[in-house]
Every structure is written in C-alpha cells, then in structure tokens.
C-alpha cells in the first residue's frame, strides 16, 4: 500500500507509523496539495511529459478527490503517512495507474514546500483583513468617544492628560505596522519552489515559470537546496504573529485593569465575561485574560521551530514536518484573538465620567504648570522645581492644583497671574498639545480621518 514499499522487506513497526504520521495535522493543506498537483499537471503536459488524455484523467481525478474531502467522505490513512501520499494513492486508486504519473518531476519535499506557502499566503491575506476591520473598530470607537479624556500613563501612574481617542489610535497605529510587516513578510512567501525535486531540481524539461504564472506566485526559487531545506518564511510570519499578540496582549492588560473596580473606567458586556462558581458577584475579564494568555503559546509556537531548525544540515530532514501543528495552531489562535478583540471592543461601554474624574487626581496638568511659567519667562528647569513645590503643597493640603488661590501661587512665583486658572484646565491641557500626533482634539480626528481612508482603500 506505501507509495515507497519498493526497497522494503518488512512492514512498519505500528507504533513507527502513528509517530511518523503527519495526516493527523496536515489533512489542513488538502486544498493547496490539490491546486498544486493540478498546475503541475498541466505543466506536465505542456511540456510533453504526459499526454493531454493523461492530464485530464489526473486533474478529474483530482478535482473528485476535493469535493470528496470537502464532503467529509474521504477517509484519511494513517497508513499513508500525510496528506500528499493518502490523495496520490487515492488518485491511483481512482484512474488506475496514469495516476503514478502526477509525481513525474516532482518530490514531496518541493510539494510540501509549496503546499505551506499556498496556505501561508491564504492565511496572511485573511489575517490582514481581519487586522484592517480591528483598526476599523478603534477608529471609529475614537472617533464616537472623541470626548472623553483621560489619565495618560507612565508606570502606571497618572501623567498627563489625553484622549480616550488617542489611546486607541495608539493601538490602531501598533496594528497598521503588523498589517505592513504582514505585508512584507508575503513577498518572501509568494516564492514557487516546485521544480526544486527532492533537493537536486529534475532532468525532465519542466517549465517553473509556466506553473508559478498558474498559481500566481511572484517568482521562482532559484536554488533547489535552499527551496526544499528552508522554512525562515513560517518564522517570519510566527514572529509577525508574535508581535501581533503582544500588542493585543499589551491592550488586553489595559481592558484588565481598566474593567477592575480600582479604575472603573470600562464595562465589557456580559457576553464576552463569566462569573465565578463561588462567588456570586464576580464577572471576570476572561477573554482578554485568555488573550494575553495564547500570547504565551504562540511565542512558543515561533522559539519551537526556530530551535527545530537551528541544528538542519541541507537539505530536508524529517524534524521540518514539525513545522505544520505550531503554524496551523497560530493562525487559527490569531485569526480568533482579532476577531473577538473587535466584538469585545463593540460590546464595551467606556465610562466618561469615571476616566474625566481621574484626572482630577495625580496632578496630571502639573507639567502644564510648568509650561506656563516657561511662557512667562522662568527656564524649564527652574520652573519644573517651583511646580514641585506647589505638588507637595497640594498633596499635603489635600488639595487641587486648581484650587489654590492667586496668593497662594504668587508664594510660589510671582509670575502667576489669574489666567493659571484657564491655562490649566483639563481640557486645556490637552487641547493645547496639538502638535502633529498629538492628543488635541482636532489633530486626534484629523488622524482618525486619514486612517480610515488608507483602512477601508487597502
Ligand atoms: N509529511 C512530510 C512533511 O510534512 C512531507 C515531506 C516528506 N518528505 C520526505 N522526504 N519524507 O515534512
């Protein structure tokens, strides 16, 4: 029954075959393994290697055995070791031995070479999109809330004043990279290596070009041991992922925190929460939680193939088929942590008041303070030493910046005069940062704007 019985005497050891099975895993790349099979064979035929009769046989076969795994009516065999080797010997098993000729100049390392960079630039197109519609979101969640303002931190500890809006477009601008680095890292994947055989290319006269124009890739390998022996396009796409999740990690710490009865400044809908088994007035932030947790798995999904590849001498070795279940896994977590990171973010009420009342705490206008009496002529320095004094005072009196008296500023500089009082409203704190990528309101929208338009013509 093995497509490689030839050399053989004795059967497989049992438990020889489960391990070295990859059908558990890689059934995934049954579409890829078949759109592939079905350009090479009619590269086969133009160039004289099979008859036309012969290919149209091996692509009917082909297109059956599709509809048939997508009909959940193909039984795949441990037997047959992966994917390639069940739809070859189905194929066989179909239309007889013309079957036998699909593999003609071919080997399943260039196959399977080609059957994750089919799937890899599939997945990366629809990680892209889904990266696009959570920008989306943030841009639109900014711009409806423009007006709510909030404590901008640094260790964790009020700062300055900012925008809700500004905090998502922070997040909305982290996303555009990892949609460019995507982007970037699809070039290197819309590579052909079919052509590269087992590692040593082929003596029939094939046609790469003609099969890499049949399944738009952008160029050819052009070396047949590096096309068989490498997989630096599936780290590179890993470690994409990886920055993704620590992004969406980063912001799911901040929904965390921010849904906790200390900062209060959010409400996730019910729907994305669940409550504890003993405690009934709990509703836990799980699916951030759980966000910030698959960060971890797919880290580790990126250190395992890159410790799987580190000690390869050229070309294939069998460790490369440990490549598949960490990919298939990442994809498949990223492709749900993007989804739902939009819905959760749809379903989440932003508390206006309770992120505005924050800021009447911590002294977030102080460097404004500062600010204030540089434009009257005070260094920075010097200022910076007088507005430390006036913090200390407050938190001592228990007071606002806001509320000390005329007199009281003048004790701290003679510069003061009654227009303190407007130079250091919240509002006007941030307003007055409206240098390009700042939290203004006007620049905030104006940057929203320009996002959406390169968001929704990508
Ligand atoms: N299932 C194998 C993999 O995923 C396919 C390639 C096998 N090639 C070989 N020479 N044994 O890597």
Redesign the pocket.
Known sequence: MKLWSGRFEDDTDKLVEEFNA?IGF?YKLYKYDIEGSIAHAKMLAKCDIITETDKNKIIAGLEEILSEIEEGEFEFSVEL????MNIEHKLTEKIGSVGGKLHTAR???D??ALDIRLYLRDQIKQVQGLLQQLQDVLLSLGEEHIDIIMPGYTHLQRAQPIRLAHHLVAYQQKLKRDYERLEDCYQRVNVLPLGSG?LAGTKFDIDREFVAQELEFNSVSQNSLDAVSERDFVIEFLSAASTIMMHLSRFSEELILWSSSEFDFIEISDAFCTGSSIMPQKKNPDIPELIRGKTGRVYGHLMQLLTTMKGLPLA?N?D??E??EGLFDTVDTLKKTLELMARMLNNTEFKKDNMKESTERGFVNATDVADYLVDNGIPFREAHEIVGKAVLYCDKHNKKLAELSLNKWQEFSDVFSSDIYDAITIENCVDARDTIGGPAKKEVLKVIQEEKELVTSE
Do not use: T
């Open positions: 990859s890689d070791e992966d994917i390639h080997s399943r390392n196959q399977v087992a294939y069998k490369m088929q490549d598949k």
